[in-house]
């Protein structure tokens, strides 16, 4: 789990490119015209948190969302999803200076923002699909623990206090999925150098933990931060293939990837005289991840397994000046397990090991971290009133967030949800640098 530092914008040209625009428009166009059946789900919510500690409202956001399907043809179909959102909180609505220009939202006002969340075209025919346009490439196993899962970028403005973890942002590519005997071949394409979206500067989850931040105490020290043009479409692209294969009771992939790392190392543009402002560039640079996966079903358990290696990791080490990097081996392994326990509970245990090997250098952070995710839920009241508990934190800095949560589906189109979650561990730790934060929040789920 890594979280780092947003930014501020540097001159980046704010909007797509004309031709592109209007192609996207004429084909969108060209759907609606052509397609002989269209279905479109929306879905308003709001929800709301405050304090615990002092009982202020800190969380208040809308949104209005809709996802289209359009039928083609037998073998074509097509897929908008768009979002328009509200926001006038402690938290925001997140930096947008690492996304490309052409996954820039439409509308992005301080506390207005209306983007495309997808938009697609897919051909199937048995087992054999192409897609082209803007999706995500969810290669994984394990419930929100990103081992081989980190082929997208994610939001991480609410750090990680969304409904699906990881929150994936879709980018502009194509995919190729194929099927030959026993064999399942799935090869991505990102054209779109758009990256992790971070939380604004000051807002409720900005990172100040110096394990992501460099080194550089942002609390107390001037910074001013910069971030890389993402427009650069091939040098900052991504591309991979996943291999999978029956095994036993369950299925066995390998795969590999290259891109630009979704997490970026801090770097010193220029040499500061003492007392100055301290001017820091945000770099993504590419790294090659090699994974494997496997998943089995026995009985009325799950079990999950993950191993990936980076040869090439970079990372932000210390040094005798400040910002200084270098390139790491990674390896990464989790293991999880799905289980439908007496009385009608459903458990979910998983644990994860980030090793990175420093022989040679020191890290900002340990060489291991261990993290846990522990999850337990049960239905109530004929299966209309859901209770659910998680812990997810990391063994060897001893922070977390504990996360009791209500969820009551008073009909079929209205849910209502409330929970509470709490931070602990040491102020620069990964989850404990937002311990006062900890929250009691409230939402609610309209779909139609």
Partial sequence: ML??????????????????????????????YAATNTSTIWSIDYRFSTNLHNGDLEFSRFSL?????????????????????????????????????????????????LEIDRAFIQWRKRAHSFTLGKQVTPWGVLDGVQITDRFDPVRRRDFIFTDVRPERIARWGARWRNKIGNFKLDTSFALDGTITQQAEPGTLFFTTSTRFTGGVDVTNTPVNISSQNRNNSLAQSTFGARVSHPLGEGDISFLLFRGPDTDPILSLTTLQAMNEQIAVELN???????????DATIGETVLRGELAYIPDQPINIIGDTPLQSAVAQRLLAGFGIDWSAPEQWFVNAQLALDYIDSQEFDLLRPDTDTILTLRAQRLFINGRLLF??????????????????????YSDKLKLRSGIDWLFGDENSQFGQFKDNSRLWFAATYTF
């Fill in 65 to 113: 969302a809709s996802q289209t399907r359009f039928s083609l043809s037998r073998n074509w179909s097509a897929q908008l999803e768009a979002r328009a959102e509200f926001a006038n909180d402690d938290v925001g609505l997140g930096t947008i200076n690492g996304y490309s220009s052409l996954s820039r939202p439409l509308v992005d006002k301080k506390h207005t923002r």
């Fill in 3 to 32: 979280v780092t530092v947003p930014f501020k914008k540097t001159g980046e040209n704010m909007a797509p490119p004309l031709l592109v625009m209007l192609i996207l428009y004429l084909g969108l166009t060209n759907l609606v």
């Fill in 388 to 409: 659910k508990v998680e812990l997810l934190g990391t063994i060897n800095q001893r922070d977390g967030v504990l996360r009791p949560e209500l969820v009551y589906e």
């Fill in 284 to 294: 993504y640079q590419r790294r090659t991840l090699y994974g494997a996966t496997y």
